[in-house]
């Protein structure tokens, strides 16, 4: 053998064992275990368990080896999602020895036509090449229902949703619904609009015009969606459509065929105060403090100490099947509010105030035979049916419409200045 031909020799077996070794695929174990769609996409999740022996870091995310494809060759975008973020092109991941890792792949824009993926391919990276893990033909998993009403479309899976009806409140359509959710999720507004039957669009906005709010984990979220402009012969709309993004993908809330019901005249809430005849303004003076209620001249309550009822209530006024108040909710969650209760006779029965984390507080009157209170027990809100502290109440002066405008409430006196229209 001569020397040249040896060193040839020696220099294939060199490329032969070096392409061996730099050409090996990584010693994991991928799993699909679930391709279902989640809003506008499709979420393939897979488990992947790295058994090497030590800890390796592959990058993931190369878009010659992870791809997605539908049945008629059109490749899809698509996002790697590990742990709560998104990689839109690269993401270098460390995988624990002999631990399987979640890793979810999020295919975008996938139509609702679509059963399945034609083929889906998660790539491996190393330094040496790319490795594709492939399947064909994937069907793709549609979600549970998370609607009670099949008019109302909540395309983000785990939030589930209760549609509520529509009426109008100071002239709006207003949608109402509830939100529930197995774990705290902040949601973006990002555009709402709504639409009828004649191809009109209107603006609207959700609750008090936020832009963002959090559906606490366990505890039902009331809401509403409200309608701009919409003639007042107008009972229904065609949609209300609100674009979401949750965890910086979007996702779609849509009320469809939106009957708008009658509007129902609201009680008098003067009576909720204890008032009669056409008051405008009355101002309560007790214990030095002053608090000033307006009213519109069909009764209804319109400003609190200069604040008007969006102001008051973010979280929106709820009546009875009579229209009397029944609850105004001092926060978008509902966690603090003003509650009343009525007798048979419609005079005000219990008001709870709770405005802080110690429940707030219960008053229930007891009235005279000619409707007057005499008598105020006072609970705290989270013993409802504790022992009360009492007080006698005195009227002591009268305005010509029979309103009372000067009382003993226990050991001081309480005062009111009513304005009429």
């Not at 009669?276 to 002053?290: D, I, S």
């Amino acid at each position: 053998m001569t020397r040249r031909f040896m060193y040839l020799t020696l220099f294939s077996v060199a490329l032969f064992l070096c392409g061996t070794m730099w050409g090996q695929k990584p010693n994991v174990t991928v799993q699909m275990k679930s391709v279902e769609r989640v809003g506008y996409h499709v979420w393939v999740t897979y488990m992947i368990t790295n058994n090497e022996g030590q800890d390796k870091r592959f990058d993931l995310m190369n878009p010659v080896a992870t791809n997605a494809y539908s049945s008629n060759g059109e490749k899809y975008s698509v996002l790697i999602k590990k742990g709560d973020r998104l990689y839109p092109e690269y993401a270098s991941i460390n995988f624990p020895s002999g631990l399987p890792i979640k890793v979810v792949l999020i295919v975008g824009n996938v139509p609702a036509t679509e059963k399945k993926l034609a083929k889906v391919s998660l790539g491996l990276a190393t330094s040496w090449g790319h490795f594709p893990y492939a399947n064909m033909n994937v069907a793709i998993k549609e979600p549970a229902p998370n609607s009670d009403n099949p008019e109302t479309v909540l395309n983000y899976p785990w939030i589930n949703i209760k549609t509520q009806g529509c009426s109008r409140s100071d002239g709006e359509p207003t949608q109402h619904f509830t939100l529930m959710s197995e774990q705290d999720v902040k949601v973006e507004v990002t555009n709402i609009k709504a639409y009828d039957e004649e191809g009109n669009a209107y603006d609207a906005y959700i609750g008090t015009g936020v832009s963002s709010f959090t559906i606490p984990c366990g505890i039902p979220l009331k809401a509403t969606a409200s309608v701009k402009n919409v003639p007042a012969a107008t009972d229904k709309l065609l949609a209300i459509k609100v674009d979401l993004r949750i965890d910086g993908l979007r996702y779609l809330l849509q009320f469809n065929n939106v009957k708008i019901e009658s509007f129902t005249a609201e009680a008098d809430d003067r009576t909720t105060f204890d008032l009669k005849g056409n008051v405008r303004e009355c101002r309560v003076t007790l214990n030095g403090m002053t608090e000033t209620y307006r009213f519109d001249p069909s009764g209804i309550w319109t400003e609190w100490n200069g604040m008007n009822m969006q102001e008051v209530f973010p979280g929106g006024i709820d009546r009875d099947d009579q229209g009397r108040l029944s609850e105004g909710k001092r926060d978008q969650y509902g966690e603090y509010f003003h509650r009343f209760t009525y007798d048979d006779k419609g005079n005000i029965r219990t008001m709870h105030i709770c405005e802080d984390m110690e429940g707030g507080y219960i008053e229930t009157y007891r009235r005279s035979l000619e409707g007057e209170v005499i008598r105020i027990d006072r609970r705290g809100g989270f013993d409802p049916n504790g022992k009360p502290e009492v007080t006698i109440c005195t009227i002591m002066a009268r305005d010509t419409q029979g309103n009372w405008t000067k009382r003993k409430r226990g050991t001081v006196v309480e005062t009111r200045t009513i304005v009429y229209y």
